[in-house]
């Protein structure tokens, strides 16, 4: 613990009434046709002289201010009251918003009072079931006490989604999808790209991508930058991708555009030169609409995301894929394409 990080224990108590603390978005899009079924609220704290810093820099100055607990609450009942402004705004339109996933800290985990405060937050706010996901790390899952199978019953119960986030940054046990009853996994950047550098690693990664199919998970790779990254993970079978090849977290105005199928904000977009090689994407021109791949049909007229039911009830089906591989819309808003097979009926739950 630095100097500098004691210094700004004052600003990040100040944060919490000041409005220097908040939360952005990173949508999921889904391989199959570019629909947004879901969401990351990740925080940010800005500071008035070190910008908008993200959890790395800001969460060891909550450690030496004992404010560790309280952040990652804050975050929780921000996430759900910003769910339930999603479907109020979307209410008597055809739009679903995405699922909204917020990452919880293990330390959380070992609270009696847990259970009670996620349900006293999810029924509070009304929402409807599946609108919130909580993911939690992989070795956040391996050092939980025993009872933590029937816990994530209970969030599932409640209609709260659950998922194993930064698979494969500890060791990426498949055990932990075999035997934990989840709706979602999210792979890892490294571990993706450590993973299928060659045919054996894309052998490795295709197994994992099938162990958690048999288990109905829906499969999200995260930190794809490239088109060609996300090819191959839709080759592979992977259900979702999330990186900035498609958008970074964005704040809670552009997020909402986006949940509400009002189009993507394209400022956040800056397609590289390897990106514009790869795919002959253009930043679109109009709303909701993210340009063609060379040989492949453009955007079509699109239809809402996921039906996110209650997780791990079949009855939220989505509408049927585009195979074409092109760009297609969902709520209005679509991202560049690429192959990939639909969800099941847990991933269509997933959202």
């Known amino acids: 613990m630095t100097a500098l990080d004691l210094a700004l224990v004052p600003a990040l108590y100040a944060s919490f009434d000041d409005g220097s603390l908040r939360l952005h978005y990173q949508p999921d899009v889904d391989l199959r046709n570019g629909s947004v079924p879901g969401m990351q609220a990740r925080p940010r704290w800005a500071h008035a002289e070190f910008g908008l810093l993200g959890p790395a820099a800001f969460m060891r100055v909550a450690e030496a201010a004992g404010l560790v607990g309280q952040v990652h609450q804050w975050v929780l009942r921000m996430a759900v009251t ?194 514009r090689a790869e795919t002959g994407f253009r930043p679109a021109s109009q709303p909701g609409w993210s340009g063609a791949t060379p040989g492949r049909p453009g955007p079509q007229p699109g239809r809402p995301g996921d039906q996110h039911g209650r997780p791990g009830d079949p009855q939220g089906r989505p509408a049927q894929p585009t195979r074409s591989g092109g760009t297609a819309q969902s709520g209005g808003t679509a991202y560049p394409g690429g192959s990939g097979r639909g969800d099941r009926s847990r991933a269509a739950a997933a959202g």
């Open 82 to 275: 910003e769910a339930r402004t999603w479907h109020r705004m979307a209410a008597g339109t055809s739009v679903r918003p995405p699922r909204l996933w917020v990452r919880i800290d293990g330390r959380h985990l070992a609270r009696p009072e847990f259970l009670a405060e996620v349900e006293r937050l999810v029924l509070g706010r009304s929402l409807p079931a599946g609108a919130v996901g909580l993911q939690f790390t992989e070795d956040t899952l391996a050092f939980a006490p025993p009872a933590l199978p029937r816990l994530l019953v209970r969030l599932r119960d409640l209609g709260v989604a659950v998922g194993v986030d930064a698979f494969g940054t500890w060791y990426g046990s498949l055990s932990t999808l075999d035997v934990l009853p989840l709706d979602l996994v999210r792979i890892d950047g490294q571990f993706l790209r450590a993973t299928i550098r060659d045919m054996e690693g894309e052998a490795a990664f295709a197994s994992l991508v099938g162990v958690a199919h048999r288990r109905r998970m829906v499969v999200v790779a995260e930190d794809v930058d490239t088109a060609v990254l996300a090819d191959r993970v839709g080759r592979l079978d992977c259900d979702r991708v999330s990186g900035p090849l498609f958008c970074p977290p964005v704040p809670v105005e552009d997020a909402r555009m986006i949940a509400l199928g009002r189009g993507r904000p394209d400022r956040w977009y800056k397609p590289s030169a390897e990106t």
